[in-house]
Each structure stands twice: as C-alpha cells, then as structure tokens.
C-alpha cells in the first residue's frame, strides 16, 4: 500500500477551498417506536425490543407515531424551517442485514420541513448555516462484527445483528452546502453540530448523547481550486463526538488535498473515521438516489400537519440556546471573550448545572476551565467526559469555602475524583486531605518554625512583618500543605508578639 504524504494545513487552505455539508441523525426520546409500540429504552437484551412491525414480518403494518411527527416539527421550527402542509413517506430500498423489511421508511422528495437555518458562532465572527431539510424516518438496526481487531467487517469470522435498534424514530437534519468557510472549516462543522446538539437538547426531543448513538453525524467534504467548481465530495460517516467532527473535516482535507497533488481524481464514497489515529479509511462507494429506488410508501397515509396545530407548536418553543447563552453571560457577569472561553470549552451548561448545585459562577468556571479542562486536553476527550460531575465540583468547592480544603488540597481530592474513587468529601476523608484545625497542633508547628529559624523571628518582632511568610512556608511543609495560611500567619504574629 503507499502511504500518501500529507501537506501542511496551512498550505492546503492556502491552494485549496473546503466546502462541507453535514447530515446528522437524530434519535428521538419517544416512549416506542415509529411505527409500532415496541419499547425505545436503550440497553436491552439484543432482540428482545421487537415486534412483527418492527421485525417487517409478512403481514404487518405500520402506523406513524404522532408524538414523532410533532417532535420533527418542533426541531424544523427551531430550525427556522417551513412547515410542509402536505407530505408524505417514501420507501428507500436497499439490502443490508441490519434493514429486516430490505427497506427502510423515510422520506424522499416531500420532507416535513424545508430551507432554514441555524447560527453559529465561531471566534467571536456569526456564520449562517444552511438547513436543507428535515426529514423523518426510521432507524436501522445494529451489525456487531466479532473476531476482528478492528470491529469493523474485514478480519471478522462471523456477524451478529441486534434489531432492538430498528424502527425507532428518527430524523435526518441536512444542512446546505457551506462554502466559504476556508481554514475555519473544520472548526464551523463542530461549532454547527454543538449548536444543533444544545438547541435538541432545549426542546427535549432527545437525549443527544453521542456516545450511545442517539446523535450521529455524517461529514461531507469536498476541495476545489480557487473560484472553480466545487470538488467531487466524500462522506465519513457516523462520526460520534464533536471533536471527531472536527478532526474528520480536517483529515479529509488533508487526504484530499494529497490525492489532487498526486495527480489523483477523489471518489465519491462514504468513508470511516478512526478515533485512535485521526485518519479515515475508504468504506463503499456512494449511491444516488435512483439506487435507493424510492416510490411512495402505500402502507402509511400522507402527512397533513395543522396550520393552527404547528403555530401552537411554534408558540411553545422553549428559549433557544443562543439567547439561553446570553442571559447566563449576563447573570454570571462575564465579558464576551470570557464567555467564548467557556464556549470553546464546551463548559456551559456544566458551569449552569454547577451554580444550580450550589457553587458560584466564578468558582464553577475556574474548575471546569482550570484543572479539568487541563485534564481533558491531555486526554484528548470532551470536558463533560472527564470523570467529574457538576455535583462534584459544588461539593468540592463547598469544602474549600467551609474552610475544610484549600486550593492546593482540593486539587488532590479533584485527582481522586477523576479517578472514580467516590465523591470529594469520601476521598477527603480517605486520603487524609483535610485542613488541619487543631490549634494545639499547629501552634506546635509554628513554635518548631520558631525555633528552627531564629533569625526571621528576630526580624519579625523587628518589624519586619513580611518576614512572617518563610515561617508560614515552613509550617505548610511540615503539615504537607494541609494547614490553612491565613491562620499560621497569624498563629506566628501572635506567637512573636506581633500585631498583624
């Protein structure tokens, strides 16, 4: 195999223009599926959430939830989409082992919602997105792969598929072709599906979580020279974190870049993003739609949503993120490249859920942008995965401010927490971290500091006052960090006769 040398990012930017799409599904929280009432809760045994409906048994017939369909309209009119007055669903045939009735229920040329829109923000500069449609339909069941190292088909010795998956509602969000966006381009498809993630996450349509699959999100990208045509695309699909959605923006205009330099011609096909190197691999090529063969589905009636049904829908639309975003910027008395620092961490809602359990903003922000943040870099994981809950970060906080921690203590006992070893008050304990408070102990401490270090004492009933912060050094070494500063000082005042 040869191994392609990549060029320089700034040197692809500089020769090429990125223009990226995304169609990102969404797994809706309804209580049973699309088209039958079998259960949706996730976590079951394999196979044991399915009916002959869900299962496309001969004979069976489906019936469309309602609580879906007001749940996709919700979403298009957060989405600043037009309602249709009339659609309908279509069958998309194809064969996979996951597809039990060998075609899936969507929707095809008449979506239930149409040309919006959604705005993101990126280094303090409003960027437009584009929302083609969004449409609804069913989702597919799931291919487990066993014996391979990878988890993918190739080196497998045999295939196992759960249909637990199959037939819960599902919408596809596809926004427009986003050129324009240059350097930015892999940062802009991150910054759109956090968006997208938090406005879903307001209207309680879904618990959005990433890692078990119920937001997934498919990265088109496509290069062309400057003012040509635009490029042919690829499509990675399943891309399940936001960082990942960014790092396989920038992997395939890497990859793409290094193919048009060689000389080469790029093929339209899916691709798989691999979180462990970065890199994304050639997975099929990509049908069109005359593949997928669609025709109305004849078993389901139209759609014909309510005009008055959908304003009172609109009516009802909770405070979107955005305008959430500012009033918190406003209550926690923040600047506006202070609450883009918080922003670019993905911090927000876990400061938010952090002063509702009892911190302050600023205690809560300097935790969740400080030490774990610095923790997650390094990791190379979301914040929100970093083993710390905002239950922790308010408790912990709460012994720092009863005066039972301090800054430097607290940081062990954050150690412990990332690590699983309980909550901050169990590890306190456990680790021995505790401020001391026993006055006779540490007036003890401060007599050796005393004695050890005649000298300073000398200066200090001299005066010289300033002097008193090397005996405070060696007192918070004896105590391994565990006394409180403010008290030794003026344990070493007062034992030197000294007026504060």
């Not at 040309?115 to 449409?135: A, F, N, S, T």
């Not at 391994?480 to 000082?489: E, I, L, M, S």
């Amino acid at each position: 195999m040869t191994t392609i040398v990549l060029p320089p990012y700034d040197d692809v930017v500089a020769r090429y223009e990125p223009v990226i799409g995304l169609e990102t599904h969404v797994e809706l929280g309804t209580n049973t599926k699309m088209f039958c009432g079998c259960p949706t809760d996730f976590g079951g045994e394999p196979n044991t959430r399915v009916c002959p409906v869900c299962l496309g048994l001969p004979g069976s017939l489906p019936v469309a939830n309602r609580a879906a369909i007001e749940a996709t309209i919700r979403i298009g009119l957060a989405l600043n989409c037009s309602i249709a007055s009339w659609c309908r669903f279509a069958r998309k045939n194809y064969f996979y082992p996951d597809m039990p009735k060998n075609f899936q229920i969507s929707q095809y040329d008449e979506p239930l919602c149409v040309d919006g829109w959604l705005d993101v923000e990126v280094d303090g500069e409003m960027v437009r997105i584009g929302i083609e449609r969004v449409h609804l339909e069913e989702d597919t069941g799931k291919t487990l792969h066993i014996g391979g190292a990878t988890g993918r088909i190739h080196g497998a010795t045999e295939s196992l598929v759960d249909y637990n998956r199959a037939g819960i509602p599902l919408v596809e969000i596809v926004t427009k072709p986003i050129p324009g966006t240059g350097a930015q381009a892999p940062e802009v498809a991150r910054a759109y599906v956090t968006e997208l993630r938090d406005v879903l996450r307001s209207l309680g349509v879904s618990d959005v979580r990433m890692e078990e699959g119920s937001l997934r999100c498919d990265v088109n990208t496509s290069l062309n020279l400057p003012g040509g045509p635009w490029g042919t695309r690829t499509e990675t699909k399943n891309v399940n974190s936001l960082r990942s959605v960014e790092r396989a923006v920038r992997s395939e205009m890497l990859r793409q870049a290094a193919v048009l330099d060689g000389g080469g011609t790029i093929v339209q096909e899916t691709r798989h993003f691999h979180e462990d190197t970065g890199d994304t691999t050639s997975g099929r090529s990509k049908e069109t739609a005359t593949d997928y063969r669609y025709f109305p589905e004849p078993d389901l009636v139209p759609l014909a949503p309510d005009a008055a049904w959908v304003e009172e829908l609109r009516a009802a639309l909770p405070e979107l993120p955005r305008v959430h975003r500012k009033r918190l910027q406003e209550q926690w008395g923040l600047s506006d490249l202070d609450m883009q620092s918080v922003l670019n961490a993905g911090a927000v809602e876990l400061i938010e859920q952090t002063v509702a359990a009892g911190a302050t903003p600023a205690a809560a922000r300097k935790w969740w942008l400080g030490e774990l943040s610095r923790r997650a870099n390094e990791q190379g994981i979301e914040l929100a995965a970093v083993g710390a809950t905002p239950e922790h970060v308010a408790e912990l906080q709460r012994l720092v401010d009863e005066g039972k921690l301090n800054d430097k203590l607290a940081r062990g006992v954050l150690e412990g927490v990332v690590a699983g070893e309980g909550t901050p008050s169990e590890i306190m304990t456990a680790r021995g971290l505790e401020v001391v408070s026993d006055t006779g102990a540490l007036t003890a401490a401060v007599d050796e500091a005393i004695a050890a270090n005649p000298a300073i004492a000398d200066k200090i009933r001299d005066g010289k006052v300033a002097a008193a912060g090397a005996l405070v050094g060696a007192v918070m070494k004896a105590t391994r960090g565990q006394a409180d500063a403010k008290t030794v000082r003026e344990l070493v005042l007062s034992r030197l006769g000294v007026e504060g």
